[in-house]
């Protein structure tokens, strides 16, 4: 036979040994990660059932710690070994396989990702079965009823559908409902808006739930100002809800930055423990001010969007889901994306991610990012939308972009000392255009010109 020679389409098939599409190593990552951590589990009840997985001592296993989950006892190897009986624990694999699942995850803030995997492995299994038994049907009836088969094939098709989309939560909303909810904001904004700490920028580019905004600019411009002047915003000065997700900055940091901008003392001072009686008494003030409001501070490094996403699904069942989620910063979180990929696409898929987070929760996601190296190149400093360092995705997803500048960063005797520029480079819903407030570093904050503070 030659390159070129061919075989009947039969002898094909039957060369080929068929295999059910199935992912064994994610599969324990998933049982590994819910071994591991209680977040886990609550992260993969939502994206799997135990017949979503291939290898029935996987179903075992997640029917088992799914139910010590929903008793709220523990589920770690010791505990699922003690909730199984002795023919279970045989066909499991031992005590072994559950060590051997645990040291598979990587991470249990993994889970989602690899269940994903698991779930797509297990849609195609279904689509596999399906499609052999609309074969099956079609040469059963040949020479009968094709309406009849056709039928059947439809009604396989629905349920797969059907199937396939239960973990998905429908966000479909008939026409009435949404004119309904359209008018209802045009005539209470304040319903959906977000508070905003600048008037000018405000006024310029109002948000809303579901916004994703970024916050972008070089190092030490004034992002970390701007975002914890914005949690103070909301949470302080509004009495809304605020989780500020700082992967920079640990929280002792931030909480000085707090204190400060509220006490209106000097942060250097501050930091070096010389802060004057009358100063001591402006930050006990703000503290005994600020102290029972709804601002809570997450200093875990690289956080996976998965994480967030867990963590916000806590929140929210508790009834604690804040308006805004500040993240710092964007291009520190970790990448979910498939190993080896580059840095673009592992920047991407964050973008993404925090964009499905705000849309999902329906909150305001701001974040900040940071910009390539190319600005101090320029003569005139100003930063383009062009500057966001490694992701086309950033400008994408966002529903605003806020470009940082101050001349003064560049050029110390600049006549604009002392202000800084929100350059509005992309709004979705509005105008473009700069909004400047008086930036005051010693004291954490900014504010609107011309008031002193």
Same mark, same amino acid.
């Given at each position: 036979?030659?390159?070129?020679?061919?075989?009947?389409?039969?002898?094909?098939?039957?060369?080929?040994?068929?295999?059910?599409?199935?992912?064994?190593?994610?599969?324990?990552?998933?049982?590994?990660?819910?071994?591991?951590?209680?977040?886990?589990?609550? +992260? #993969?009840? $939502?994206?799997?059932? !135990?017949?979503?997985?291939?290898? &029935?001592?996987?179903? @075992?296993?997640?029917?088992?710690?799914?139910?010590?989950?929903?008793?709220?006892?523990?589920?770690?190897?010791?505990?699922?070994?003690?909730?199984?009986?002795?023919?279970?624990?045989?066909?499991?694999?031992?005590?072994?396989?559950?060590?051997?699942?645990?040291?598979?995850?990587?991470?249990?803030?993994?889970?989602?990702?690899?269940?994903?995997?698991?779930?797509?492995?297990?849609?195609?299994?279904?689509?596999?079965?399906?499609?052999?038994?609309?074969?099956?049907?079609?040469?059963?009836?040949?020479?009968?009823?094709?309406?009849?088969?056709?039928?059947?094939?439809a009604?396989?098709?629905q349920?797969?559908?059907?199937?396939?989309?239960?973990?998905?939560?429908?966000?479909?909303?008939?026409?009435? +409902? #949404?004119? $309904?909810?359209?008018? !209802?904001?045009?005539?209470?904004? &304040?319903?959906?808006? @977000?508070?905003?700490?600048?008037?000018?920028?405000?006024?310029?580019?109002?948000?809303?739930?579901?916004?994703?905004?970024?916050?972008?600019?070089?190092?030490?411009?004034?992002?970390?100002?701007?975002?914890?002047?914005w949690?103070r915003?909301?949470?302080?000065?509004?009495?809304?809800?605020?989780?500020?997700?700082?992967?920079?900055?640990?929280?002792?940091?931030?909480?000085?930055?707090?204190?400060?901008?509220?006490?209106?003392?000097?942060?250097?001072?501050?930091?070096?423990r010389?802060?004057?009686?009358?100063?001591?008494?402006?930050?006990?003030?703000?503290?005994?001010r600020?102290?029972?409001?709804?601002?809570?501070?997450?200093d875990?490094?690289?956080?996976?969007?998965?994480?967030?996403?867990?963590?916000?699904?806590?929140?929210?069942?508790?009834?604690?889901?804040?308006?805004l989620?500040?993240?710092?910063?964007?291009?520190?979180?970790?990448?979910?994306?498939?190993?080896?990929?580059?840095r673009?696409?592992?920047?991407?898929?964050?973008?993404?991610?925090?964009?499905e987070?705000?849309?999902?929760?329906?909150?305001?996601?701001?974040?900040?990012?940071?910009?390539?190296?190319?600005?101090?190149?320029?003569?005139?400093?100003?930063?383009m939308?062009?500057?966001?360092?490694?992701?086309?995705?950033?400008?994408?997803?966002?529903?605003?972009?806020?470009?940082?500048?101050?001349?003064?960063?560049?050029?110390?005797?600049?006549?604009?000392?002392?202000?800084?520029?929100?350059?509005?480079?992309?709004?979705?819903?509005?105008?473009?255009?700069?909004?400047?407030?008086?930036?005051?570093?010693?004291?954490?904050?900014?504010?609107?010109?011309?008031?002193?503070?």
């Amino acid at each position: 036979m030659t390159l070129f020679d061919t075989e009947p389409a039969d002898a094909v098939a039957q060369s080929i040994e068929r295999v059910s599409p199935q992912n064994i190593p994610a599969e324990q990552a998933v049982i590994g990660a819910m071994l591991l951590s209680k977040d886990a589990i609550t +992260e #993969v009840v $939502d994206i799997l059932t !135990a017949e979503d997985y291939y290898r &029935g001592a996987h179903q @075992l296993l997640h029917r088992t710690i799914v139910g010590l989950y929903q008793r709220g006892e523990p589920a770690d190897p010791f505990t699922v070994q003690n909730a199984l009986d002795a023919n279970d624990l045989v066909r499991v694999g031992g005590v072994n396989y559950l060590f051997t699942c645990s040291n598979s995850a990587p991470t249990a803030a993994s889970a989602g990702y690899y269940a994903d995997i698991v779930k797509a492995q297990a849609t195609l299994r279904a689509i596999v079965d399906t499609g052999t038994s609309l074969v099956q049907a079609g040469y059963a009836s040949a020479g009968g009823d094709a309406e009849e088969v056709l039928d059947h094939a439809a009604g396989l098709l629905q349920k797969l559908t059907a199937t396939s989309s239960t973990t998905a939560v429908s966000r479909e909303k008939p026409l009435h +409902e #949404v004119l $309904d909810n359209t008018m !209802a904001m045009y005539f209470n904004p &304040g319903d959906g808006s @977000l508070p905003i700490p600048y008037a000018d920028l405000a006024e310029l580019a109002p948000v809303e739930k579901t916004d994703l905004v970024v916050v972008a600019a070089s190092p030490g411009m004034g992002k970390t100002t701007v975002m914890t002047d914005w949690a103070r915003c909301v949470s302080i000065a509004n009495d809304g809800r605020t989780l500020v997700g700082s992967m920079e900055m640990p929280h002792t940091q931030i909480g000085q930055r707090i204190i400060c901008a509220e006490a209106k003392v000097n942060l250097k001072r501050f930091r070096a423990r010389c802060l004057d009686d009358d100063e001591m008494h402006r930050v006990a003030m703000a503290i005994q001010r600020i102290h029972a409001k709804q601002l809570r501070i997450d200093d875990s490094p690289r956080v996976p969007v998965s994480r967030m996403k867990t963590r916000l699904r806590q929140m929210q069942a508790v009834g604690e889901l804040p308006d805004l989620y500040v993240v710092d910063y964007l291009q520190i979180a970790k990448a979910e994306a498939e190993a080896g990929a580059n840095r673009t696409t592992q920047v991407d898929s964050i973008a993404v991610g925090l964009k499905e987070l705000a849309q999902e929760f329906e909150i305001v996601v701001v974040a900040a990012a940071q910009l390539n190296r190319q600005v101090s190149q320029r003569p005139d400093k100003v930063p383009m939308m062009s500057d966001l360092r490694e992701s086309g995705g950033i400008e994408q997803n966002a529903n605003v972009v806020i470009l940082l500048h101050r001349e003064d960063y560049y050029e110390k005797t600049s006549p604009r000392a002392g202000e800084l520029d929100l350059i509005v480079a992309k709004n979705r819903m509005g105008t473009t255009g700069t909004a400047t407030v008086a930036f005051k570093g010693h004291l954490a904050h900014a504010c609107d010109l011309p008031h002193d503070s």
